[in-house]
């Protein structure tokens, strides 16, 4: 349904770097991408909704949207954008923001039932809590009837509360509509819970395309669990040592060795886990 095969010039995190991605996807697939930050994941967002230039080629089902010869412009790709910063039109109420793009009441009321918001629909985004103004930005993606809805991030500035209730609305308006949907995130919950498909992107290329239990999962061996941390303080107590580590926001102390203590600096990131009942630690390598 979706054929990405782009390359871009850009600056990550670790400087000039290139971006180089081919994938393909199905419709009604969920994908998932993930990775660091500056690694180029919402700079390829941009490019299949054609935001950005990129040499390539980008097809959805039979229609070129890119390649050598062509570049399609972005109001002519049936794409469904949900940005972080939610977009909306401050002057516009929730209903005119919805017409705006698609002149069509009935599936704005159809969609503001969905994600239980008819009863505002004459308030000013000004108004409005940010959960309230992500489901507006989530349906007004959605009048545009797109084949394919991209997102970036679209919950990282909400509470738990309201992710887990966005997460139930993303879900149930991919079903009923049909989408096909990719989604840039850092949560692995989140990811887990959505997408039926996952990449992990870093320095613009694609490491790993699998189940998203398969991108997620970091255990290996016997281990039961493990969490990604940041060593914030290392104190010698008597014989042993404590690393002490940011996992979330809580702090939690870890028994290590001298090996460990002396191969540990603060502020790296590592990994927390535990085989059975003894809690290990390991570096990360990036």
Not at 209 to 219: E, G, M, Q, R, V
Not at 233 to 250: P, R, S, T
Request: proline fraction near 3%; hydrophobic fraction near 40%; include cysteine.
């Amino acid at each position: 349904m979706l054929y990405v095969n782009i390359k871009k010039k850009m600056h990550g995190n670790s400087g000039d770097m290139e971006l180089v991605c081919e994938f393909e996807i199905k419709k009604n697939d969920f994908l998932a991408i993930t990775g660091p930050s500056g690694s180029g994941k919402t700079t390829l967002l941009r490019i299949i909704a054609g935001l950005e230039e990129a040499r390539g080629e980008v097809r959805v089902d039979d229609e070129v949207w890119l390649d050598s010869t062509k570049k399609l412009p972005p109001q002519k790709r049936k794409v469904g954008f949900v940005f972080q910063d939610f977009a909306l039109f401050p002057n516009m109420n929730v209903e005119e923001n919805l017409l705006y793009v698609n002149n069509d009441k009935n599936l704005a009321y159809e969609l503001l039932e969905m994600v239980e918001m008819i009863n505002l629909k004459k308030r000013y985004p000004s108004t409005l809590s940010g959960g309230q103004k992500q489901r507006v930005a989530l349906i007004r993606a959605l009048m545009r009837k797109p084949k394919l809805l991209l997102m970036d991030e679209p919950f990282s500035a909400l509470d738990m509360n309201m992710r887990e209730k966005l997460q139930k609305d993303v879900l149930k308006l991919h079903k009923k509509f049909g989408l096909t949907t990719i989604m840039v995130s850092h949560s692995a919950g989140e990811i887990y819970k959505l997408a039926n498909k996952a990449f992990f992107l870093k320095n613009g290329k694609i490491e790993k395309f699998a189940k998203p239990y398969d991108i997620l999962l970091k255990t290996s061996g016997s281990a039961k669990f493990s969490f990604e941390a940041k060593v914030l303080d290392i104190i010698k107590a008597d014989v042993i040592y404590i690393a002490v580590v940011e996992i979330g926001e809580q702090i939690a102390e870890i028994v290590i060795s001298k090996k460990e203590a002396e191969n540990l600096q603060v502020g790296e990131r590592v990994i927390v886990g535990a085989k059975a009942y003894n809690p290990y630690i390991k570096k990360i390598t990036l």
